[in-house]
């Protein structure tokens, strides 16, 4: 046993692993286990490195090697996690429920509610989602991805006060979370608050300006507010961001066809059979739409 070598692979893979280099650090953390058999801490963070190379099944190997020897919420947590990634989510919830009763530490225990939230929405069970991240909330109220990620759920929910609350905090705690304004701004919009919305579709279209579903969704509210020429400007560069944006196309369409020219007729059809090409089922929508009319 050399736990000097062991400590170098360890500290080595540690460092791969904080960089996302899954396999890396998988072979560093498989060094310090030659040099010091009974090191569980890099069977563990192995586990880890598979996992997050999606080898699920070899790092569930390891997890369960560590469990033998220690009781680590992070073993139990992360074998769940990868069951959960395998399709077996009930006893993935069961594990991640045993981590939490083993957390000897809040830290730890808000990672662990976290990410039984994570499996909770994952399966539609989003009311018990939310509710799991009440609980972690209630035990660290200043973490802007715990209110970012409840947010979300609640625009999912169509909760959309409760969503332009807690986004609202997430960007208060850490302006890092300027992106996450595009939930708010939806849900601002659902609730009829047209001027706020684009505010922030704005700063998010500022925060990341070559995302093309920025510029389709500020579009899409600017026609809403009767600014057709506005929406078209971001409609174009929606599309030239994303040349399969049938959303895009469709929406341009109908502006297009506001104008009754001829050339703009056709740009209206012509944008109208792109999006349906792209995403037939826009056109069984609309067909069915104006059937009922």
């Known amino acids: 046993m050399d736990d000097k070598e062991a400590s170098l692979h360890f500290q080595q893979g540690f460092m791969y692993l904080q960089n996302q280099c899954a396999n890396e650090a998988a072979l560093c953390f498989t060094q310090a ?15 880890n490195a598979l996992m997050m190379a999606g080898r699920y099944d070899v790092a569930i190997r390891d997890f369960e090697a560590v469990l033998a020897v220690e009781k680590s919420a992070l073993a139990l ?35 662990i509610i976290s990410a039984k939230a994570e499996v909770l929405s994952d399966l539609g069970q989003l009311a018990l989602a939310l509710s799991a991240y009440d609980q972690a909330i209630a035990i660290k109220n200043d973490s802007p991805t715990l209110y970012s990620f409840r947010g979300q759920l609640n625009y999912r929910l169509e909760q959309f006060q409760e969503a332009v609350d807690d986004i609202t905090k997430a960007v208060e705690l850490s ?9 708010r701004a939806h849900s601002l919009w659902k609730l009829k608050r047209l001027k706020e919305a684009l505010e922030d579709f704005n700063i998010v ?5 070559d995302e093309w579903t920025n510029y ?11 600014l057709p020429d506005a929406a078209m400007t971001d409609l174009n560069k929606s599309i030239r961001l994303n040349p399969e944006c049938a959303q895009a196309y469709f929406h341009r369409a109908f502006l297009h066809a506001l104008k009754e020219d001829d050339r703009s007729r ?8 792109k999006a349906f090409t792209i995403d037939p089922s826009i056109r069984t929508w609309y067909q069915t739409h104006q059937s009922q009319q």
């Open 33 to 47: 286990l030659a040099a010091s058999p009974g090191l569980w801490q890099a069977q563990l963070n192995r586990g």
């Open 216 to 226: 389709l969704s500020r579009g899409r509210l600017l026609d809403e507010m009767g």
């Open 266 to 273: 056709e740009k209206s059809a012509n944008d109208f059979e």
């Open 175 to 183: 302006p890092a979370f300027e992106p996450d304004l595009y939930y």
């Open 77 to 111: 947590m992360n074998k769940g996690l990868c069951q959960h990634q395998l399709g077996r989510s009930e006893e993935a919830l069961k594990l991640i429920d045993s981590a939490a009763a083993a957390a000897d530490n809040n830290s730890l225990l808000v990672i």
């Open 205 to 209: 279209i500022e925060s990341e300006p």
